[in-house]
């Protein structure tokens, strides 16, 4: 089986939402990354940090999905990473209520052994330094390497940020970062933009409004499925791209033409995400609904042009 590393937060979350609130609950990108990878016929290994607080129980649904968790850094007498936030009426807007780094401050990322030589790298949302480094842990060069970042970085770590995009295949955004990172209020010149810093693929992820993926001139949509209920949107585009690096990790293949497939799973997956708050929805999902979605996925964005 092919191998996908994952970096990132595996932290607590506290979640308000008009349809209610929770207390700590788990969260945080490689968390999210990793569910949804798990649904993929791969081997997976998450690196990240978390302090002695955090419940076996957590431990065990990770290790439960066959992810590999020897790079999980458990720190004795630590804190694990805590975000709160409240979302708007809307879910597209959210206010951040509190942020603490705790063990995340001094976080000094190690790559298991046995995934140095990864087949992906998913990066998922951290300080690029971390990123960087963990890209210089590996003993070979990746097939792909998958970059998510935030415009958090873009404000306080910029240079830094910079230099990890460099070094990466696929970045992915949401639609307000690409215009923030390119200066670029069009989509389209704001990809090409990002083209020259490095990556080949920008994929830009516009919420309830789908995905779309650039390379060069080619560019393909991915439509986000219209949901009767969206509850909690915490975690959906990590859920995406987690979905992404999946897919092509097991498919073995990384064509533009690949890469469209990739998007839609991605989406098909984080669709399932925003039902239930944080990662609820992921942890209990069966792979015949994951098949049924794409059916409707299928559906959605197949159909035949009369020419006149």
Do not use: Y
């Given at each position: 089986m092919n191998k996908l590393l994952i970096v990132g937060t595996v932290a607590f979350d506290a979640i308000e939402t008009p349809f209610g609130k929770t207390d700590?609950?788990?969260?945080g990108a490689a968390t999210y990354i990793g569910l949804s990878a798990s649904f993929f016929n791969?081997?997976?290994a998450i690196v990240s940090v978390v302090g002695d607080d955090f419940p076996q129980e957590h431990l065990d649904l990770l290790t439960s999905k066959n992810i590999d968790i020897s790079g999980l850094e458990i720190v004795e007498g630590g804190k694990t990473f805590f975000w709160s936030g409240k979302y708007h009426n809307d879910l597209n807007s959210r206010d951040t209520l509190a942020t603490e780094l705790n063990v995340l401050a001094d976080f000094q990322p190690k790559v298991p052994q046995n995934f140095k030589d990864a087949d992906v790298v998913m990066l998922g949302n951290l300080?690029?330094?971390?990123?960087?480094s963990?890209?210089?842990?590996?003993?070979?060069?990746?097939?792909?390497?998958v970059l998510d970042t935030m415009n958090f970085w873009m404000d306080c770590a910029l240079p830094e940020l910079m230099d990890v995009i460099k070094r990466v295949d696929v970045i992915t955004i949401n639609d307000e970062e690409a215009r923030q990172l390119s200066g670029e209020y069009s989509l389209v010149k704001a990809a090409a933009k990002i083209h020259t810093m490095g990556p080949k693929y920008v994929v830009i992820k516009k919420g309830e409004?789908?995905?779309?993926i650039f390379q060069g001139k080619e560019v393909f949509f991915a439509p986000a499925l219209p949901l009767e209920e969206v509850f909690d949107p915490t975690g959906a585009g990590d859920t995406f791209a987690g979905g992404f690096a999946g897919f092509i990790t097991q498919s073995e293949n990384v064509s533009f033409e690949n890469m469209k497939n990739a998007v839609i799973y991605g989406s098909n997956l984080a669709s399932f995400c925003v039902e239930k708050f944080g990662t609820e929805r992921m942890e209990h999902l069966k792979h015949e609904e994951v098949?049924?979605?794409l059916k409707q996925f299928k559906a959605l964005t197949q159909f035949d042009i009369a020419l006149a």
């Open positions: 700590k609950i788990l969260g791969l081997k997976s300080h690029p330094m971390v990123q960087s963990v890209l210089d842990q590996m003993t070979t060069q990746p097939k792909l390497v409004h789908g995905a779309l098949v049924d979605r």
